[in-house]
């Protein structure tokens, strides 16, 4: 996670890589560059909270050894479980989270598409817990870059050419391999 201050628009800016999410109560940008990973950004507008993650792959099945929080985050099950509660600890309620879903882009003609896989387990995890979806930018072949601002809940999506796409590749390559090699770890409460 990178803290900055964006000097166009004179506002702290967290940029959030995959296996990370953040939450704030504050006039902050989130941002993120996805490809073939989804970031859901979830927020509540009574209670004036909101936030941003970044997953890798869907779901983790081997949640029986010993974990460590950051590293179970790379996985969407983690991911969506501890933004949720952490915005709920924050005073927001269930019933009033808004979902916005971005990325699930195939950048990776060689490889399985990745991306239906995070897409189909997002929207199934949306639906099976109950909340909604107020926008979306999921799918096709583009990788994208995400701005969120968690409290007025407005998001900017700028699609990146096909130039990124190989420096977007190598990194999530990079994230893979180092994901299969490492074992996950932490406690999540699943509700």
Known sequence: MQISVDPAEGITTIKILPGEFYVSQKNERIET???SCISACVRDPVAGVGGMNHFMLPVNKNTRDAQELSDANRYGNFAM?????TLLSK???RERLEFKLFGGGRIMSSMTNIGWYNI????DYIYTEGFKIVSQDIGDIYPRKVLYYPLSGRVRVRRLN???NES???QENTYINKIESKPVGGDVELF
Request: without cysteine; glycine residues 14%; negative net charge.
């Open 91 to 93: 005073g927001a309620k």
């Open 81 to 85: 479980e501890n933004l949720v509660n």
């Open 33 to 35: 560059i996805l490809g």
């Open 162 to 164: 096909a130039m990124h």
């Open 120 to 123: 189909g387990f997002a929207f």
């Open 168 to 170: 977007l590749v190598e």
